[in-house]
């Protein structure tokens, strides 16, 4: 790669968190993956690869593992969804390509796609080997990317490949987004994601890191690049509205994981309440449990069957000993200077499924420290929104894209991932990346003239 030092080379895992937060799925050894992989029917027209969103050609990768070729299984991986590697370790496999496995019929268990995706991968990397891409003949086009998360740095790949000119920019020091921030390290550890990424450099891709993109930049963007693509996600996440928010000790989720990730976090408080019941919320809260906290408390204010977290991700929380109240809002935090108890209010149905505070129920919990994960807001103030084609279309506040190209309303913009989704998995984001690569190439070559 260039003369600079790799991102992974730049940032030092902290050996306590790397204690704390071993690999949920162990690698497979070699022997259990060539039989794991000759498990696999090879099905035409596989479901499997129809459940992933980047379409991934199942059957082909997992045969080239059974016959001994790993090179050419993780070229197939990658050809399909360049952060094969992350999302084999961040993917919820069980509701995507394993969940459509054909072996489900025969009330066997489904191959293990996810860990022979990853065994592929690791052995990819242990390689040492670049990418198995060049980048294309230079075409002198050139696009900014704003927001270097999976979304950004598939479309940047998709770009390279066709030789226009890629550069990313994102306010936080390390490129990722959350693949390398947000992913619960003992799914994807942030040395791997920023191993991944240094790969992707190599195809040419370059970063301005510590740039947060307002809209003067944008426009300077706009003005000296033949097209944007936004990969911004979403904003912060939101706020209760109750008194004490402001006391030390409430912080949100976002932040608890990025913090222990880096380095900067490695203990928790003893008495931790995680508001939300989403699968951030589930990460936050077994963080807090691995970092050493003794009591943790989820809160929600409907019951378990509507809690947004994946089943496995809720049985997961339960196996690691968090604690679950349902039906149940917090209305105040309490303390002196900092957070000491969080003060609760059970919620009743009324006739029309909405929710009250149930009068008279109130009580309180000895707390530490509130994780607030209770969704997140948009972040789009700094777009274009004045009149006529300039306007980038909003909706509920997440970008409006056509699905095929990632255009958006203005057609020199085009974006991907949470910011237009809500918030998906990676393989969604990766997804949007590689359609919007794609889209931006096939409208620069179409009809486009850089003034
Ligand atoms: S559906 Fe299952 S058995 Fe069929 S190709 Fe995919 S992984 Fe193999």
């Not at 690999?23 to 090879?42: F, M, W």
């Not at 590689?434 to 003034?451: F, M, Q, S, T």
Request: one cysteine or more; proline letters at 5%.
């Amino acid at each position: 790669m260039s003369q600079r030092a790799s991102y992974r080379q730049q940032f030092s895992p902290a050996p306590e968190i790397a204690a704390k937060f071993g690999d949920i799925h162990p690698p497979l050894g070699s022997q259990a993956a060539t039989v794991e992989a000759n498990r696999c029917l090879y099905c035409f027209d596989a479901p499997c690869t129809a459940a992933c969103p980047t379409h991934i050609d199942v059957p082909r990768f997992i045969k080239k593992i059974a016959s001994g070729n790993l090179a050419g299984s993780a070229r197939t991986i990658l050809d399909a969804n360049i952060l094969g590697a992350s999302c084999s370790r961040a993917c919820p496999v069980n509701v995507l390509c394993e969940g459509s496995c054909v072996m489900h019929r025969y009330n066997k268990q489904p191959i293990q796609i996810g860990r022979l995706q990853q065994f592929a991968m690791d052995s990819f990397h242990a390689s040492g080997n670049p990418l198995p891409f060049e980048p294309g003949e230079e075409t002198g086009r050139s696009v900014a990317l704003i927001g270097a998360g999976p979304a950004s740095l598939a479309c940047a790949a998709e770009l390279r490949r066709r030789g226009i000119r890629a550069t990313i920019h994102d306010a936080r020091p390390l490129p990722g987004g959350l693949n390398t921030y947000g992913i619960a390290e003992y799914k994807l550890t942030l040395a791997d994601s920023l191993h991944e990424i240094d790969l992707l450099a190599q195809l040419g891709v370059e970063f301005r890191f510590e740039t947060p993109v307002d809209a003067a930049l944008l426009a300077q963007l706009e003005s000296t690049h033949d097209a944007i693509f936004l990969g911004i996600g979403l904003g912060g996440i939101h706020q209760l509205g109750v008194a004490g928010e402001q006391l030390a000790g409430v912080t949100n989720a976002l932040d608890l994981i990025a913090g222990y990730k880096s380095g900067l976090i490695t203990t928790s408080p003893a008495r931790v309440a995680v508001v939300g019941a989403g699968n951030t919320a589930i990460d936050a809260a077994i963080a807090s449990v691995r970092l050493g906290a003794v009591e943790v408390h989820m809160i929600y204010r409907r019951g378990a069957e509507h809690m947004s977290a994946f089943s496995f991700e809720y049985e997961h929380a339960k196996q690691e000993g968090v604690n679950f109240f349902w039906h149940v809002q917090p209305t105040a935090i309490r303390g002196t200077g900092s957070v000491e108890s969080l003060q609760l209010t059970r919620l009743a149905p009324t006739t029309d499924g909405s929710l009250i505070l149930e009068p008279g129920s109130e009580f309180t919990l000895p707390i530490d420290l509130v994780v607030l994960a209770i969704g997140q807001g948009t972040h789009t103030t700094f777009l274009p929104n004045g009149s006529g084609s300039a306007t980038i279309q909003l909706e509920r506040g997440r970008i409006v894209i056509d699905r095929v190209s990632g255009q958006t309303s203005n057609p020199k913009y085009f974006a991907g991932g949470d910011c237009t989704n809500g918030g998906r998995e990676v393989v969604d984001a990766v997804a949007d990346g590689k359609r919007a690569g794609i889209g931006i190439a096939a409208w620069l070559e179409g009809n486009h003239v850089h003034a």
